[in-house]
Structures are given as C-alpha cells and as structure tokens.
T-cell receptor, first 113, second 112 residues
Framework: DGGITQSPKYLFRKEGQNVTLSCEQNLNHDAMYWYRQDPGQGLRLIYY???????QKGDIAEGYSVSREKKESFPLTVTSAQKNPTAFYLC????????????FGSGTRLTVV | AQSVAQPEDQVNVAEGNPLTVKCTYS??????LFWYVQYPNRGLQFLLKYITGDNLVKGSYGFEAEFNKSQTSFHLKKPSALVSDSALYFCAVGRRSDKLIFGTGTRLQVFP
C-alpha cells in the first residue's frame, strides 16, 4: 500500500454522527477514488476526482460527501444521512492513463455502534 | 458501456493443482485489463495487467493471465496452487483514460 495512506484503520460511529475518513497520497497522481465494500462483496464507487477542486458522484454517493482541495488529499465524510454506513472503505489513486491501474490504500473499517 | 463479469463466486482447488479464475469483459476499443488480489481487511493488491503486446501476461506470485480477444476473456491462472493463494480476486477493465470497472470478485479457496 505504499504511497497511499488511509486513516484511521478502524472507526466507530454513533447514530446521527458525521465522520471523516482520510486518504493521502504521495504518488503525485491526479485521479482519486472512494469505494465501499460490504462483507464478501465487490467494490461500489462512491465518489471520484480527476483533478483538484473537481469531483463526481459514483454509483452510491447518497449520504456521502468529499472535497479535493489539495492534490494529495481526498477525504470522505460519511454523513448521518447514510443509513447503513457499516462497511470497509477503500481509497485508490491512478495516474490518469491506466498505465499502472489503481493503487489502493489499506482501507478503513467503519462500524456504527 | 464497459462491463466485466466474474461468473464464479468461489473456486475451490487442492494445493498443487492448477487453478483458473475466470473473467470476461465488454469494452469498445482497446481494453486495459487488470487482476487484483485482496486478503482479509486489506486493500487490493495489483497482480498483473494487459495493455498491449503478448497475450500471455505473467505477474506476481507465479500468476499469469491470457488475453483472448475473440472470446473477450482474461482468465487468471496458476500452474500449482498454494494454500497461501486463498484470497478474493478481482478482475478490472477500462480504457486508457476511463475509470476502471471492477468485477464482483471470486473467492479462491485452496485446500491442503
């Protein structure tokens, strides 16, 4: 997972709280992505950003928000509007040309308590 | 529209036997194809890719994959499976500057 750091590794959220997951990269890549993975399931795209100060909704954006103020950082906020947030969240980066595919972070496991 | 299919949720194989994890895709133009592996509570790790060149691609940990344009397939193979190969495997497809589309994943279980 070198070059891309997700924190924290584990996160607990109370009902009604917003929480923010961090994703930082030092690979100087333009494109960054957030995925959600439920147990034993595949990846679902939440949001992605191909350039600073711009981002697009993925397939399951409702209840989530992002920002891209710096090239290195793409934080994901899970809002209280997300009714079932318990999942494994993965951040990925890409050089924009798919020459090397995606590099993934090690993930954040979010649990609602 | 691009799509990718992994038709098997799980593949079981005995240690020492060859393994195949299947992937088929649909994309207009030249496909960029990838295989990733995921161990429990970890991110996805790159195994191998096909962009151009030889149809047989060799990757990490002794894995290889064969690009078959006529069958639009990119199956992952290994001649001799190890128990430590047990993990979740994802196939992904895209074009040069498009975001990748990931398959639903195939769980590989290698029995001793």
């Amino acid at each position: 997972d070198g070059g891309i750091t997700q924190s924290p590794k584990y996160l607990f959220r109370k009902e009604g709280q917003n929480v923010t997951l961090s994703c930082e990269q030092n690979l100087n890549h333009d494109a960054m992505y957030w995925y959600r993975q439920d147990p034993g399931q595949g990846l679902r795209l939440i949001y992605y950003s191909q350039i600073v100060n711009d981002f697009q909704k993925g397939d399951i954006a409702e209840g989530y928000s992002v920002s891209r103020e710096k090239k290195e950082s793409f934080p994901l906020t899970v809002t209280s509007a997300q009714k079932n947030p318990t999942a494994f969240y993965l951040c990925a980066v890409n050089d924009g040309d798919n020459n090397y595919g995606y590099t993934f972070g090690s993930g954040t496991r979010l649990t609602v308590v | 529209a691009q799509s990718v299919a992994q038709p098997e949720d799980q593949v079981n194989v005995a240690e020492g036997n060859p393994l195949t994890v299947k992937c088929t895709y649909s994309v207009s133009g030249n496909p960029y194809l990838f295989w990733y592996v995921q161990y429990p509570n970890r991110g996805l790790q790159f195994l191998l890719k096909y962009i151009t060149g030889d149809n047989l691609v060799k990757g990490s940990y002794g894995f290889e994959a064969e690009f078959n344009k006529s069958q639009t397939s990119f199956h992952l193979k290994k001649p001799s499976a190890l128990v430590s190969d047990s993990a979740l495997y994802f196939c992904a497809v895209g074009r040069r500057s498009d975001k990748l589309i990931f398959g639903t994943g195939t769980r590989l279980q290698v029995f001793p």
